[in-house]
């Protein structure tokens, strides 16, 4: 099966051309196009809805056809078109989901809605394309090695922080999840605080590679909340705030020094922020492998991209007393893409009542 997938929850706006055939248990991708109107927030440290919506409507049909001209599939060779219909910002939301709606009646087509938040996981189940290049970035995709359950998995989104267990692609529970901020929103705001722009994770990471801990007298601490606590829920809002208390804190008023000093304070502290986040992600998911012993480990969203939580996961799941694969896709696929959504799709092809579907902005992961 043919998938024409749309992603246009927030303000990436997203179209992507998969396939799954039978008997194999990845998706093939045939095309992968996003357009991102993040630039346009940076000013605001953060995303302005009513903006991300109007560019959604400027991108959505430049990039569809994109997606399609790059897939070399016609509209009559697809077997279905599949949308996020949420979580997401309702008026980002309503462009995709009324695109496809059209684009289902007037093809005549079945429509597959698609929750936002679990497709993230599916970015593991992609591969098969050695060939598909974009943007002069080769995707690596693998082409064996899938995800085998039952199976621990935690989304790490902007507005979203879940943990779930995967018995099959049909029986997902959940398990835990952030009781306030997710782990994206906390990188997002921390960057703020510390004067870096939006989007906080890759700008706080950035940051953070510069700081040399052996070489520094700066021993920033900051709390890792509900880290030794038994339990699968997690919190950020009070690392923000705790970050936001030191920053105002005045830790050299010398004139001449404080630039200096403020340069290595803001990379401390990015360290320090990066380093809580992780400490925290990690101890959660063992905490689920421990409890519910699955095969696999599967990280997505866009806080999966980051380089310490992949490393440190990977040094875990790695000295874990029985074998676990650890699975995380490729960066470009875990920020927001559409060749997710159409993988999930991929996996429940059951189409829905085309007029029925309608954006949801608060879906919850399971
Ligand atoms: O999944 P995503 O692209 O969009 C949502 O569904 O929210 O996630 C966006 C979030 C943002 O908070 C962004 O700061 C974070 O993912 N992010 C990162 C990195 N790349 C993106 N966080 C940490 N490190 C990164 N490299
Ligand atoms: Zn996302």
Redesign the pocket.
Same mark, same amino acid.
């Given at each position: 099966m043919r998938i024409l997938a749309f992603e246009t929850?927030?303000d990436?706006t997203a179209a992507a051309v998969v396939e799954k055939r039978k008997g194999e248990e990845f998706v093939r991708v045939f095309s992968d196009v996003v357009a991102s109107s993040s630039d346009m927030h940076v000013t605001t440290g953060g995303i302005v809805p009513e903006v991300a919506a109007r560019e959604q409507v400027r991108s959505i049909i430049p990039v569809i056809e994109e997606a399609l001209r790059e897939s070399r599939i016609t509209n009559r060779e697809l077997g279905a078109i599949a949308v996020t219909v949420g979580p997401?910002l309702i008026g980002s939301l309503l462009v995709g989901v009324e695109t496809a709606k059209t684009l289902a009646l007037v093809w005549d087509k079945p429509l597959i809605p698609v929750n936002?938040?679990i497709a993230?996981l599916y970015a593991n189940w992609v591969g098969g394309s050695e060939k598909l290049k974009v943007k002069n970035e080769k995707l690596q995709l693998k082409t064996q090695n899938y995800p085998t359950f039952p199976a621990i998995g935690m989304v790490?989104?902007?507005?979203?922080t879940d943990i779930v267990l995967m018995k099959s692609h049909t029986e997902i529970e959940w398990l835990g999840g952030t009781r306030d901020d997710?782990?994206?929103?906390c990188?997002?705001k921390c960057?703020r605080i510390l004067g870096l722009p939006?989007? *906080? +994770?890759?700008?706080? /990471?950035e940051v953070a590679a510069k700081f040399k801990i052996k070489n520094s007298k700066l021993k920033i601490k900051l709390p890792r909340p509900l880290i030794d606590q038994d339990t699968l829920d997690l919190s950020f809002s009070g690392l923000k705030t705790a970050l936001a208390r030191m920053r105002n804190e005045p830790f050299d008023n010398a004139q001449g020094k404080q630039k200096i000093m403020s340069n290595e304070l803001t990379s401390a502290m990015a360290y320090e922020v990066?380093e809580a986040?992780t400490d925290v992600l990690v101890v959660k998911v063992m905490l689920a492998v421990r409890r519910f012993k699955p095969k696999s480990v599967l990280l *997505? +969203?866009?806080?999966a /991209?980051?380089?310490?939580?992949r490393e440190k996961l990977e040094a875990r799941v790695m000295n874990h007393k029985s074998s676990i694969k650890l699975h995380i896709s490729p960066?470009k696929l875990?920020?927001?893409n559409a060749v997710s959504i159409g993988a999930w799709a991929a996996f429940h092809p059951t189409p829905a009542s085309i007029l029925s579907v309608r954006p949801n902005p608060s879906l919850a992961v399971v």
């Open positions: 929850s927030c990436e997401g936002h938040l993230h790490v989104s902007g507005g979203h997710a782990a994206g929103e990188f997002d960057a939006y989007p *906080g +994770g890759p700008a706080v /990471a990066q986040i *997505g +969203g866009g806080v /991209a980051n380089e310490r939580l960066p875990c920020t927001d």
